[in-house]
């Protein structure tokens, strides 16, 4: 038999959001299945949240080994859950399903995928302090992993909206549930971003300030100054080069975009369903760098 063919025994992976055709998970998870001789297939699937519970029902009868959730599909996506692991059921939401003889476990790795990315630019934030603006989906994950993972103390930024109002209830269910000692204050309050950041260990943006098109726009006003050795990260990968992250590297600061996360929230999903390590070093070599 010829190696890489889909066969009888052959078992599907799926990406599920609206849109999904631009997503880079059909190639990386595929090309790691090659690499690792393994015999399942990932495709990505264009459903809307309300189209989801029928393809969720489907996908138990075919014996889907699992499955990601894109936008806007993750919320609704936790709810259809059996089980959720410890973050998804913090977070909120699930965008890895794993079906366990037709249970389906929800994860959410996003959060991991950002610390991997961190420890995997050489940087240790455990028992340290992360300054995190915004308060939507991304940083969600982010601020729940990173309090699960052991960074001692965490500030969230946003400003007052809808969101803020989340993120009250997040830093709550944070505060309640882990050693991490969190709380939100408003993005207006330049004076008070200043004075957290002057003993943060780490600084993520996690709202899309910044990206294309919008690559003119930086999420910190400029009179705030940004304390020597503060790792300053941004999720954003387009552009590979944020505002911020010049702004930062020009004070001889520390950098990471969020191309990393994108790599290892899928390895995360990758582990999940084969109990198999992707080869991120030919996956970031081909896809990423
Ligand atoms: P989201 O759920 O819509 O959250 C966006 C956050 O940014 C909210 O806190 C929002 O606050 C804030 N925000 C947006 N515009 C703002 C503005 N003009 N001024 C101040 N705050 C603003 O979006 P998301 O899914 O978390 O995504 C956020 C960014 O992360 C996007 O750029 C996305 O591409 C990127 N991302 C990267 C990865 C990766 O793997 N690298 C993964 C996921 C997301 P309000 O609600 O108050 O506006």
């Not at 919008?214 to 705030?224: F, K, R, V």
Request: charged letters at 25%; proline letters at 4%.
């Amino acid at each position: 038999m010829k190696k890489n063919q889909i066969t009888g025994h052959t078992r599907m992976i799926c990406l599920l959001g609206s849109p999904v055709s631009h997503s880079i998970s059909p190639m990386m998870h595929n090309r790691s299945f090659e690499l690792l001789d393994l015999d399942y297939a990932y495709l990505a699937f264009d459903i809307k949240p309300q189209e989801l519970s029928g393809v969720v029902d489907s996908f138990r009868k075919m014996q889907v080994r699992g499955f990601n959730l894109t936008m806007p599909d993750k919320t609704e996506m936790y709810r259809l859950c059996d089980e959720l692991s410890d973050a998804a059921r913090m977070i909120g939401a699930v965008n890895t399903v794993v079906n366990e003889n037709g249970t389906l476990i929800g994860h959410n790795t996003d959060g991991t995928g950002y610390m991997r990315a961190v420890e995997n630019a050489g940087f240790s934030i455990t028992g340290k302090k992360m300054t995190l603006l915004g308060a939507g989906g991304a940083a969600t994950s982010i601020a729940v992993q990173a309090a699960l993972d052991g960074v001692r103390e965490l500030t969230i930024f946003n400003r007052k909206s809808k969101t803020f109002a989340h993120g009250e209830m997040l830093v709550k269910k944070i505060n309640e549930s882990t050693d991490c000692r969190a709380k939100i204050c408003d993005l207006e309050d330049s004076r008070l971003l200043e004075r957290e950041l002057s003993d943060s260990a780490i600084l993520t943006n996690a709202t899309p300030i910044g990206m294309v098109p919008n690559e003119a726009a930086c999420p910190l006003p400029e009179e705030i100054s940004l304390p020597d050795g503060l790792i300053v990260s941004d999720i954003i990968y387009h552009p590979e080069e944020t505002l911020l992250l010049k702004r930062a590297r020009e004070c001889g600061l520390s950098t990471m975009n969020g191309m990393y996360m994108l790599l290892y929230q899928g390895a995360e999903a990758f582990r999940l369903w084969t109990g198999q390590d992707m080869p991120v070093e030919t996956i970031k070599k081909e896809y990423f760098d």
